[in-house]
């Protein structure tokens, strides 16, 4: 089987691992990443990324030259992919840009051309209703007219993609993976010392970006209740709210119980949530934020949750978005926003260690048997011979 995955996401090597196992699933699979050559992520990483060939037998990454820089729904490719098409001939084309997207678009127009006879698939996050008006509107009815399959990252994004009149094969698989080796139980005592953290204290942790619809003022009302009870707050990242996380902190006498650790790389991470007695995703859904065709946002997986998962480490979600699906029977969900749940929540860890050990030993088994690369490189494997099976 010769499967073709687009994306700009796979411009960083560590997110190929999961089509780098899909590569070695059966002998007979060929694995190509097409990637834009030169792209600008937002974030944190400011600079112009550069993309470089890989070959590693029946896993290739081929840069292939691009219009847009940093625009998902408008990044399309040059001329060379025609022939990189005609070459290759693969039998799944997966591209990860979206149903809106133009590049997607291409691929269909390419694969008709060139009478590949090809699956077309795309992937998706976008989890909010949305409307479309033309010329948008016939961009996706192209797309879903000619799409034989979805991977959607989440259950409400399938839902969403039903309302808009798609009828075809679906399945629900997140984009990326967890990597096992890295993401394990480890001992981190000399961490925990270095920050100074006391043996007693219950250490509450949250990874990721300091905005208010992760739901950190939330997770900050809930800590000022838990009275004199000895916790100290993690928080890995950054972003706009650290000053006022510090302003409130100075405010209620707690500055000594917050500890912000900015930057680190990211074969650390793991080493900071192993320092957790939980970690939290307290994310809250918006409306606030627009896109040309949406308004909104909430959660679209949690990456973080089956990272901590994998560390065996009990996590606490809100139920926005599709936490709830992630965290599953393996942690504790509350309702988004709601600070006095969150510290009920907070609570049954800290004074039931017998619960916070079994949530741990439940989430680490569920982390190592639906969110490893290999675990989604499987499932995904399985839709594309359905797919096939179906001529």
Not at 215 to 226: P, R, S
Not at 322 to 341: K, N, Q, Y
Not at 352 to 364: F, K, T, W
Request: a neutral charge; hydrophobic letters at 40%; glycine letters at 8%.
């Amino acid at each position: 089987m010769k499967i073709l995955v687009a994306s700009h996401t796979y411009i960083v090597d560590l997110n190929r691992e999961k089509l780098r196992e899909l590569a070695r699933l059966e002998p007979n699979i060929e694995v190509m990443v097409v990637v834009p050559k030169r792209w600008k992520p937002g974030g944190v990483q400011k600079k112009l990324v550069e993309s470089q060939p890989v070959d590693e037998g029946n896993f290739r990454v081929v840069p292939v030259s691009n219009f847009s820089k940093n625009q998902q729904g408008l990044l399309t490719f040059g001329l060379d992919l025609f022939g990189i098409l005609k070459e290759f001939k693969p039998d799944i084309i997966q591209v990860e840009q979206g149903a809106k997207s133009l590049g997607y678009a291409q691929f269909i127009t390419y694969n008709r051309l060139l009478n590949l006879k090809a699956k077309n698939v795309f992937f998706t996050w976008w989890n909010l209703p949305y409307k479309v008006k033309f010329p948008l509107s016939a961009l996706e009815r192209y797309n879903l007219n000619h799409t034989d399959g979805v991977v959607v990252g989440n259950q409400d994004g399938a839902t969403i993609l039903r309302d808009h009149g798609y009828k075809g094969a679906m399945t629900v698989l997140p984009q990326l993976g967890v990597d096992e080796q890295l993401f394990c139980p480890q001992n981190v005592l000399d961490l925990r010392e270095e920050l100074g953290i006391e043996p007693q204290e219950f250490v509450v942790g949250f990874v990721g970006r300091f905005v208010e619809e992760k739901g950190l003022m939330t997770l900050a009302k809930a800590l000022q209740g838990l009275g004199d009870r000895p916790w100290r707050w993690l928080l890995l990242g950054r972003g706009p709210l650290r000053d006022p996380l510090e302003a409130w902190a100075q405010q209620q006498g707690v500055a000594d119980k917050l500890t912000f650790v900015e930057s680190v790389p990211h074969d650390q991470v793991s080493r900071y949530i192993n320092l957790l007695d939980t970690l939290l995703l307290p994310s809250e859904t918006t409306y606030r934020f627009k896109t040309l065709s949406s308004v909104g946002w909430k959660e679209q997986f949690g990456h973080v949750l089956i990272e901590a998962m994998a560390c065996r480490v009990p996590v606490i979600g809100s139920d926005s978005g599709e936490i709830p699906h992630v965290i599953g029977e393996s942690g504790l969900v509350f309702p988004e926003g709601d600070a006095d749940r969150l510290r009920d929540c907070l609570l049954k860890l800290m004074e039931n260690p017998e619960l916070a050990g079994e949530l741990a030993q439940r989430g680490y088994h569920r982390a190592l048997a639906e969110y490893t690369n290999r675990a989604i490189a499987q499932k995904q494997l399985a839709f594309y011979q359905e797919l096939l099976a179906h001529h």
